[in-house]
């Protein structure tokens, strides 16, 4: 290979490098428990139904493709509504014999123009008093997941104990450079499972 060549090479190498997304993981453990969950419940805080759709099923499926019992909201509720209540997200989980809950929300955009926030969230007040309760009340004030793909934008993983409603686990999932909203849901949705899984923090069906 001649010297232009190798340059060239590197330039492209470089380029490619430069423009691919990557995802950086940081993540708390409020309530840590030996209890592993058995049957999840995952709900995409957002009200737009395509949105939450895709970022359910795809964390669902990565998680049911390592072992664990999955249940995506808009699998369990056929209806195709834009939003649960609280009390639909509780009856969800009675009627599915629920013992965990994944919650997905927006959590930061940044880019070089501005920030912005997904809005009037709870603090983070984790073993206060009915804090599950609450936090899923907060749906209502949620609106579109709105971004350009050259911004960062960081969505959240809860995982709460449906049973005695505490927060056990919380992963932030930071990714830059996305092309697409298809491939920062699945680079999103791929590392929450791989921390979840590498946490052992659910019951592995058998085979």
């Known amino acids: 290979m001649s010297l232009l060549n190798r340059f060239i090479y590197v330039l492209i190498i470089t380029a490619i490098i430069a423009g691919c997304s990557t995802v950086k993981i940081t993540t708390e453990k409020p309530n840590p428990t030996t209890r592993k969950l058995d049957r999840v419940l995952i709900i995409a805080m957002t009200n737009q139904y395509e949105t939450r759709k895709m ?44 013992d965990g809950v994944i919650t997905m929300r927006l959590k930061d955009v940044q880019s070089k123009e501005r920030y912005a926030t997904s809005d009037r969230y709870i603090s983070d007040a984790a073993n206060q008093h009915n804090y599950f309760f609450n936090y899923i009340d907060t749906y209502y004030n949620v609106y579109s997941w709105s971004y350009q793909p050259e911004q960062t934008v960081v969505v959240e993983a809860k995982l709460f104990d449906a049973v005695d409603k505490k927060l056990i686990f919380q992963i932030d999932a930071q990714i830059k450079n996305a092309e697409s909203e298809e491939e920062r849901a699945g680079e999103i949705t791929e590392s929450f499972a791989k921390t979840f899984h590498k946490n052992a923090l659910f019951v592995k069906k058998e085979k």
């Open 55 to 98: 970022y359910e099923g795809e964390l669902s499926y990565r998680l049911r493709s390592r072992g664990y019992s999955m249940f995506s909201s808009v699998n369990v509720d056929k209806s195709k509504k834009d939003i649960f209540t609280k009390e639909e997200i509780l009856k969800l989980i009675e009627e599915k014999n629920i």
